[in-house]
């Protein structure tokens, strides 16, 4: 009996396994953009304003999800040098899609002395996000509030009604209700955010898909053998 026939059904077998790891493995969890957002900020010296690039990411870390927030420039200007370790940062990041409420973010205090008439560098904040159920939720940048010398010395809210800076597609949730949308959703455009941990659905996706792809190819070189005697 001749040998290529065999040889076809094996390529086609991998093909169609590997086809399908590399689609599992692809499947986003979150999107991301950074959307510029323009703060008033009301200060003990009076009003100021900026517009700064505001980046939110999210991690999975068990049931819940660590939540950064990341400014490229600073919101404010001190009028007085602020010594090391005196400025915390703290924000909330509003809820929607198929949540609501607000996540509180905070910031580690100043690393180092900031100089008058100089922008106020945020940093990153970070909190933790647990849903209650399973769907789409988007995360937008609310109010930014910085605490200094034993005071809230600037208080900044978003006027420009930011579009959401994450959107995170939420699973696994035990009890949750909610249905997530089809992988070719319109709406799912972007860049993929880092995901890492052992609960990571893209992780686990891509290891079923090679799982497939190993047990696939043993399978039709087994039946090769068999059918080349």
């Not at 957002?37 to 660590?66: F, H, L, M, Q």
């Not at 404010?76 to 940062?89: A, R, Y």
């Not at 800076?165 to 959703?185: M, R």
């Not at 955010?193 to 043993?218: E, I, K, N």
Request: proline fraction near 9%; hydrophobic fraction near 40%; charge should be neutral.
């Amino acid at each position: 009996m001749s040998k290529e026939p065999n040889r076809r059904r094996t390529t086609a077998a991998l093909t169609a396994a590997v086809a399908g790891a590399a689609v599992l493995a692809g499947a986003p969890a979150a999107q991301a953009a950074v959307v510029d957002v323009a703060y008033a900020c009301e200060t003990k010296i009076g009003p100021k304003s900026a517009v700064s690039p505001v980046d939110i990411k999210a991690v999975r870390n068990g049931s819940a999800y660590t939540i950064t927030m990341s400014f490229e420039k600073g919101v404010s200007d001190s009028p007085v040098e602020l010594p090391k370790g005196v400025m915390t940062p703290r924000a909330e990041l509003v809820l929607g899609g198929d949540a609501e409420g607000t996540v509180q973010v905070k910031g580690t205090p100043n690393t180092a002395a900031v100089p008058p008439d100089t922008p106020i560098r945020i940093g990153t904040l970070t909190g933790t996000y647990t849903p209650k159920k399973n769907g789409k939720v988007t995360f937008t940048a609310g109010r930014l509030t910085v605490h200094a010398l034993g005071m809230d010395a600037a208080v900044c809210t978003p006027e420009n009604s930011p579009a959401p800076s994450l959107e995170l597609q939420v699973s696994g949730v035990s009890g949750g209700s909610g249905t997530p949308p089809p992988a070719d959703d319109p709406e799912d455009t972007g860049a993929e955010l880092p995901r890492t941990g052992p609960l990571d659905s893209a992780m686990a996706l891509g290891t079923l898909g090679g799982t497939v792809l190993l047990t696939g190819a043993a399978g039709v070189l087994w039946l090769t053998r068999r059918t080349a005697r």
